[in-house]
């Protein structure tokens, strides 16, 4: 159901004119998912457009960047993965305890960062709306996708818990902190297809 929203596109060095329904400005923190496939006859096809949760960690790590915490990195990668729980055709919901992807295939740094104004166009300085895309090459990420996360990377150690434990004692900034994380019905990409991603996260 639309709210009647504006239509933005996604920055334009992705080259996959990605395409968002820019959100009205009554909440507060969420995250909006959307994902494209282009097929190498040129097709292109939406195969995500989804909500996130943010974690506990994530909450975790916005205390130690905002206190200045030392050694401590901001979220800079974007991992897709292929485990689940329940029906790979509707996997069970992303829980805000997760510290980690199930079975991740693969992580990419952002190809591009992009601040909106309150209007969807692209800003010149910082604002609360930042847009994060990644594009998973011909090569890449190839497989039956159904989980995706943004992760602050210190260091590519991945938190030794195993959903649902969760050890609040393990000091973070010795670990991957995963921040945001998605579940979703199966993506399957194919060799030689390419999936642009962008994450748009509002503060």
């Known amino acids: 159901m639309s709210n009647a929203r504006d239509k933005i596109e996604a920055p ?16 507060s923190v969420r995250g909006d998912v959307l994902g494209k496939l282009t097929f190498p006859d040129g097709k292109e096809e939406i195969v995500l457009d989804k909500k996130n949760i943010y974690t506990l960690d994530g909450g975790i790590l916005a205390a130690m960047l905002f206190s200045g915490q030392v050694g401590v990195g901001p979220v800079n990668k974007l991992a897709v993965g292929t485990g689940y729980s329940g029906d790979q055709n509707s996997p069970d919901l992303a829980d805000n ?29 910082p604002t609360n709306v930042v847009d994060l895309t990644t594009v998973f090459n011909e ?26 434990t969760r050890d609040t004692t393990l000091d973070l900034t010795s670990y991957d902190v995963l921040v945001n994380y998605l579940t979703f019905p199966v993506i399957n990409k194919p060799a030689g297809a390419v999936l642009a991603l962008t994450w748009r996260l509002t503060f």
């Open 12 to 27: 334009a060095t992705t080259g996959f004119g990605l395409g968002f329904s820019f959100k009205d400005s009554t909440y």
């Open 97 to 125: 305890r997760q510290r980690k992807l199930r079975i991740e295939l693969g992580r990419k740094s952002f190809s591009s960062v992009v601040y909106r104004n309150a209007d969807g166009t692209e800003s010149s300085v």
């Open 139 to 164: 090569s890449e990420a190839v497989g039956g996708l159904v989980e995706m996360g943004l992760i602050a990377e210190q260091g590519v150690v991945a938190n030794p818990d195993v959903f649902p």
